[in-house]
Nanobody
């Protein structure tokens, strides 16, 4: 059984910063990919950022240069540092991990960017 525990969401003004964290608990040898998706009201869930076990990163065009995805393999934790936040970044952010050919999701954390 795998459990993902997210933290770090909240309300922030435009231009501000937030850091999301997601810790994975359970029985696994290693995690292939760790990352984040988000879903805004009335929109489909979309990928935001991913990082492989080898350190290769992927970012959606809309967040490149503003968000940084990193992982601590010893702690089975992934982080999303978000800067220069915009109202369009408002969404529920979901942690996602992949290993042994399966995906596992966190419960989601709300990020609201508003003045």
């Amino acid at each position: 059984q795998v459990q993902l525990v997210e933290s770090g969401g909240g309300l922030v003004q435009p231009g501000g910063s937030l850091r999301l964290s997601c810790a994975a608990f359970g029985s696994f040898f290693s995690i292939d990919v760790m990352g984040w998706y988000r879903q805004a009201p009335g929109k489909l869930r979309e990928p935001v950022a991913q990082i492989t076990s080898g350190g290769t990163t992927y970012y959606a065009d809309s967040v490149k240069g503003r968000f940084t995805n990193s992982r601590d393999n010893a702690k089975n934790t992934v982080y999303l540092q978000m800067t220069s936040l915009k109202p369009d970044d408002t969404a529920v952010y979901y942690c996602d991990i992949e290993f042994s050919g399966r995906n596992y999701w966190g419960q989601g954390t709300q990020v609201t960017v508003s003045s």
